[in-house]
């Protein structure tokens, strides 16, 4: 019965394939001048995808050992939750995954009420896409292989992925990813057609802020499994893999406030254009870093390089030919219209550089050692002091320019009225900067880093107080007035990038680290603190063995506070080991515990992280994500998505 059911999953993504080819050639099919679309076949692909997709997850479940994925990367022994994302943490599954949120975005955007000539563009040229993935998932990486011998157990899953974070991480993230493919393909069909106006961009700024938010959750629940699961007490190693989710971001955040000035001042319409381009190659280039095997990381597949190469076919097709028609027609979106240096939107232009140039930085450092071990065989690493160095005048002058833009109007600005705008929030970032200086002795890098923060901070603070008209609740008349949603979702969002960022530098300048050898009674200090090794004890999990620390913490005042329970994790069915963190969690930071290798007689290595406000980092994106969330519902409401209409 496993068989039949597997043999289904396999016929119905080849249906898929057949139905993508049909989609795509849409495009080509006219009578009398007519574009034909037919909404049924883009359903047709995510409903024939979805039921391949769910099969395979079934065999996960049931651990059908007969395919040769579900052997590889399942056991019979791990919990129910483990098994099924165990669909998608190898490189079969997780395009499979992938190219089922494209096809689902695909039967959405196909329900939209589109020109008709647009829409049979828009859908050629998703068919187009579903259609390459598909082939490359079905002729280099097939998860429906069978097993030339059928064991009786499964190999497990790497032990640091059998984490309740990670079985959604990867979903997340990949909706970012597939999310900058609506604004390709919409970018595209705007070229091919030769219509490209506001409405078109209040139709494609909800799924450019939906690939926002999705990237922003995805790389922040990556970020805090690397910081809490491998042990290493940090939360971003510039690791290739990280770095190919970073970049799309980037560049999303840079088309996010593009496509603003677009909508609202009709500028930047080229800009906008190439943004959508560049936003989803980048996306492929991650994909072509994580499954081509040229890196070894733990974030990402081992795959066969020839993999790689139809990847990398995909990605020149999917670069080349957009930038190619670019050229070609950028001079009939081109517009004369001038940009005040003292406006909204130059401080926008201005910051959508800074984005561009640090997603291009990020990919130098990413891509130059795989290149130069390409053309000489010579092996460097390119690691954390190259991007500080590198990005962090940038990041620097990103903050400077998100605390002006929000208090500066659309078009002209005159100099006196900008000038007492910003004077009181200059006066105080100037006293912070003297008092960070003077007083607290800080390292200088850290001390710019805070002062911006604190400056960002101060304008949002100020813009609330002038568009709510605060300042009259010290007047008789006190008229109070409430934020826009739009004005609100901005706030939240900046709010969110100053928390980020300070919580950033105090990890990054400020965190410490001690290494030492103990045997039970001994102890390891902190500081004025000190922490005790009572005990090490053993204990056996759903499918594994621990080794468990006893730590107790001391204050200066030798009163115990807390214990602290790191721990090492035996996998036998993978023969693997992994450490468990202990961290305590305050207002001022974590204490981060690690236990390493040793025994009881000659003791047990530890390492202790003390790291002040580093829950700063994420509580900062949940807040950006917050006015990701506000901005979409505004766009929603605005654009009324399912009604949008492209003339």
């Avoid at 993508?20 to 009398?32: C, D, G, H």
């Avoid at 381009?277 to 499954?291: E, K, N």
């Avoid at 981060?592 to 003390?610: H, K, L, M």
């Amino acid at each position: 019965m496993n068989n039949f059911i597997v043999e289904l999953g396999h016929i119905s993504l080849v249906s898929a394939l057949v139905l993508s080819f049909l989609q795509f050639s849409i495009l080509f099919v006219k009578a009398e001048k007519t574009f034909f679309f037919i909404p049924a076949i883009p359903k047709l692909v995510f409903l024939t995808t979805a039921f391949s997709f769910f099969i395979l997850v079934f065999s996960f479940i049931v651990s059908d050992f007969s395919l040769d994925l579900v052997a590889k990367f399942s056991h019979t022994s791990k919990p129910l939750i483990y098994k099924i994302s165990g669909t998608w943490a190898n490189h079969e599954g997780s395009l499979l995954l992938w190219i089922l949120i494209l096809v689902a975005f695909g039967a959405i955007t196909s329900s939209l009420e589109l020109e008709n000539k647009f829409h049979s563009i828009l859908t050629s040229i998703q068919g187009l896409l579903n259609f390459l993935f598909l082939a490359l998932c079905i002729f280099t990486s097939n998860p429906f292989n069978r097993s030339e011998m059928i064991p009786s157990n499964g190999s497990g899953l790497n032990p640091v992925l059998q984490d309740l974070l990670l079985a959604f991480h990867p979903p997340i993230l990949y909706f970012g990813y597939v999310g900058l493919s609506v604004a390709f393909c919409f970018a595209l069909a705007a070229l091919i057609n030769g219509e490209f106006n506001r409405k078109w961009a209040s139709a494609v700024r909800p799924w450019i802020i939906i690939s926002w938010i999705t990237l922003t959750i995805g790389i922040s629940l990556g970020s805090y499994w690397a910081y809490y699961e491998l042990g290493w007490g940090g939360w971003w190693f510039w690791d290739p893999v990280e770095n190919a989710a970073l970049m799309p971001w980037l560049i999303a955040t840079a088309l996010l406030h593009s496509i603003i000035v677009f909508e609202t001042r009709n500028e930047l319409r080229s800009w906008t254009l190439l943004l959508c381009i560049l936003g989803f190659s980048f996306s492929l280039l991650g994909t072509f870093i994580v499954r081509s095997g040229i890196i070894t990381s733990v974030h990402s597949f081992a795959a066969d390089p020839k993999r790689g190469l139809v990847i990398l076919f995909i990605l020149l097709i999917a670069t080349i030919i957009p930038l190619g028609i670019f050229a070609f027609k950028s001079e009939s979106f081109r517009t004369n219209t001038h940009i005040n240096l003292l406006s909204k939107e130059m401080s926008l232009v201005i910051n959508n550089f800074i984005l561009v140039i640090s997603s291009f930085i990020i990919l130098i450092g990413t891509m130059y050692p795989l290149l130069l071990e390409l053309i000489n065989g010579s092996q460097i690493t390119v690691g954390k002091p190259f991007f500080l160095i590198s990005l962090s005048p940038f990041m620097m002058a990103t903050l400077f320019f998100m605390g002006v833009g929000p208090l500066l109007y659309w078009k002209r600005n005159y100099l006196r009225k900008t000038y007492f705008t910003f004077l009181i929030p200059i006066l105080i970032t100037i006293m912070v900067l003297i008092l960070f200086v003077l007083i607290l002795d800080f390292p200088i890098i850290s001390v710019v880093g805070f002062t911006l923060s604190v400056w960002l901070i101060l304008n949002i603070l100020y813009l609330i107080i002038k568009d709510t008209n605060l300042i009259s609740i010290f007047k008789s008349e006190r008229k109070i007035k409430s934020l826009t949603t739009q004005q609100l979702a901005v706030c939240i969002a900046h709010i969110g990038v100053a928390t980020f960022s300070i919580g950033a530098v105090t990890e990054n300048y400020f965190n410490q680290e001690i290494i030492e050898q103990l045997k039970p009674g001994e102890k390891i200090s902190l500081g004025n603190e000190y922490f005790i090794f009572q005990s090490i004890k053993q204990s056996l999990g759903p499918n594994y063995i621990s080794e468990i620390g006893e730590l107790t913490y001391y204050n200066k005042n030798d009163v115990a506070k807390y214990t602290l329970y790191p721990e090492k994790r035996l996998f036998p069915v993978e023969r693997q080991t992994t450490s468990e963190v202990a961290i305590y969690r305050s207002i001022h930071g974590d204490i981060y515990a690690v236990i390493g290798d040793g025994d009881p007689e000659n003791g047990y290595t530890f390492r202790i992280y003390s790291k002040p406000l580093v829950s700063l980092i994420w509580l900062g994106a949940i807040i950006m994500v917050l006015g990701g969330i506000f901005s979409l519902r505004i766009q929603l409401k605005k654009a009324n998505f399912r009604r949008a209409k492209l003339i």
